[in-house]
């Protein structure tokens, strides 16, 4: 494809996404069906505005890069630590059984072989993170009984793609010449896993920290943002070269980014484009899906979609009962991750390319794909409404993050670190968020609880636990940062007091505009008070 064609491409994808999302606005329906949708029907399928599938196929590659990307920086170690309870129990017992009664049924009552039976236990055991989140996050169910489950079976999930995206060639290699395989084909599979546990360890401990350290402390948010980006494609391209799949490498970059004291600076300047991958994504897997397909062979694609939603539900419902969650709760789980996800999607075109799924196969897990995903929304809707207790229902409604602070200082100059150290010695529990990496670097050495992140983004706010503290003190430097962070904080609907400090008094009239006069700090009227104090008592 050339430069022209891309950009017409694209343009028609964004157009109809933006459309799509109009009129499931006004319908009062998911924004994520709407993209669906639209991507049919401009697809070589529907009115054929992209008659070009591997047009479509290059586009959904692009997009799926990118969000997997995403879904790799909002992962972490300590999310793991958060929801260990989950993943050892629902989220290990969901992923192996799905995969081994889905291999199994393929086998026995599919006449698959052995290969192809385990490659499509991958497929369906995996569940949409992209979707899941999204939704958990838009309801503010991520602290619910239910959100939790939903989210450590999901974060199980995803660690489990870096073992089966690995086995792809392996189950080709047995697949192809199922007579001639050996246990010498695993050597290339151990050697590819070692290898990639080592760059984690590595890329994490070491390289990220210092590569995105350099970019902080040019103090330029542009620099920052294109160093993170060309972290996501070094890493893809580095993979493929591994012959393993570009979104698996965007992954791994973004996990490694996560951990390092980046993550949420690096998440929150992504999160614009996230939203937009994640409609890149839905669309393009919209133009793929062959309607002509579908309709000549609906009965068994809605037959087998129905088969599948329903075990998955009943296996996840099954393995959150295996936590103790209660059974209402377990259910809504289940109703939740019963969808097939984007990570499928990447294993499935490496199957297609490797010979594991033929078209017809592919088409096949597409139309149960789309299904699945354009239910899901609405099982998000009504599930908790028919399963849960009043009682449950308040308990998912507040998005809260880490424990709860009696303080959220934002910016660390000199008024920061003195309130710090204030409350610090009086006992108070106290959060920092800073912008510049230095002074960080400093707060971190001395132990500081302090976050690198830009005060003005709403997604980071609520990531350092705006909604669980009791006051907000903003004192970062010029007015106009000090309307951004406010503003944000304003957004965030918390309930915390604000208190800010000006350097002039000349900017306490435009803040006294947005909160209380009385809980803005005027540094200067307060150092002309001390001053004239000082005066007068030399002078008596």
């Not at 199980?156 to 246990?183: G, K, N, R, Y």
């Not at 087998?304 to 329903?310: A, H």
């Not at 936590?323 to 019963?338: D, E, N, Q, Y």
């Not at 500081?448 to 003005?456: K, N, R, S, T």
Request: proline share 3%; net charge neutral; charged share 15%.
């Amino acid at each position: 494809m050339d430069i022209h064609s891309i950009i017409v491409d694209l343009s028609i994808i964004i157009g109809a996404a933006t459309f799509g999302a109009i009129v499931s606005g006004f319908f009062k329906i998911p924004s994520i069906v709407g993209f669906i949708v639209a991507g049919v029907i401009i697809g070589p399928s529907g009115f054929a505005f992209i008659d070009s599938l591997p047009g479509a196929k290059l586009i959904a590659e692009l997009g799926v890069i990118f969000l997997l990307f995403t879904i790799g920086l909002e992962l972490s170690i300590s999310s793991l630590k958060m929801h260990k309870k989950f993943i050892l129990a629902t989220g290990l017992t969901q992923l192996i059984a799905t995969c081994l009664i889905v291999s199994v049924i393929c086998y026995l009552f599919f006449n698959q072989d052995i290969s192809k039976s385990i490659f499509w236990g991958f497929l369906i055991c995996l569940s949409s993170t992209a979707i899941v989140m999204k939704l958990l996050v838009d309801t503010r169910e991520t602290t619910s009984t239910h959100g939790k489950a939903a989210t450590g079976i999901l974060l199980t999930q995803d660690m489990a793609v870096i073992p089966m995206t690995l086995a792809v060639p392996m189950l080709a290699a047995s697949h192809s010449v199922i007579e001639d395989f050996s246990f010498m084909q695993i050597g290339p599979w151990v050697g590819k896993f070692l290898f990639i546990t080592i760059s984690i360890f590595i890329g994490s401990k070491y390289l990220t920290p210092r590569f995105l350290e350099l970019a902080a402390k040019s103090r330029s948010r542009e620099l920052f943002f294109f160093a993170i980006v060309l972290m996501c494609l070094v890493f893809a391209l580095a993979f493929e070269r591994l012959n393993l799949s570009l979104a698996f490498g965007a992954f791994l970059s973004g996990l490694l980014i996560s951990e390092s004291p980046f993550g949420k600076k690096a998440n929150s300047d992504i999160i614009l484009m996230r939203d937009t991958f994640l409609a890149l994504f839905f669309c393009s897997v919209g133009m793929l899906l062959d309607l002509g397909f579908i309709s000549e062979n609906l009965l068994m694609v809605f037959g087998l979609s129905c088969i599948v939603l329903i075990g998955k539900f009943g296996i996840a419902a099954f393995a959150t009962r295996v936590a103790k969650v209660p059974i209402r709760s377990a259910l809504v789980t289940g109703a939740m991750v019963f969808q097939i996800g984007e990570f499928s999607f990447v294993l499935a075109e490496l199957g297609r390319e490797s010979q594991l799924l033929s078209p017809v196969e592919f088409q096949l897990f597409l139309g149960i794909t789309v299904f699945s995903m354009i239910l899901t929304p609405f099982a998000f809707m009504w599930a908790p409404k028919l399963l849960l207790s009043p009682k449950a229902k308040a308990e998912g409604g507040v998005n809260t993050s880490g424990e709860s602070i009696d303080v959220l200082i934002i910016g660390y100059g000199i008024a920061g670190e003195s309130l710090a150290s204030t409350l610090r010695e009086n006992n108070y529990s106290y959060r920092i968020l800073e912008h510049n990496y230095s002074s960080v670097k400093s707060a971190l050495a001395l132990g500081e609880p302090i976050v690198y992140g830009d005060g003005a983004d709403f997604e980071t706010l609520h990531e350092v636990g705006i909604s669980k503290a009791k006051v907000v003190v903003v004192c970062v430097a010029g007015i106009k940062s000090t309307q951004a962070v406010l503003l944000a904080v304003l957004d965030s609907q918390s309930s915390a007091q604000i208190v800010v400090r000006t350097m002039f008094t000349a900017e306490k009239t435009s803040i006294a505009k947005i909160i209380n006069h009385s809980n803005i700090i005027d540094s200067e009227e307060l150092s002309t008070v001390e001053l004239l104090d000082k005066v007068m008592h030399l002078l008596k």
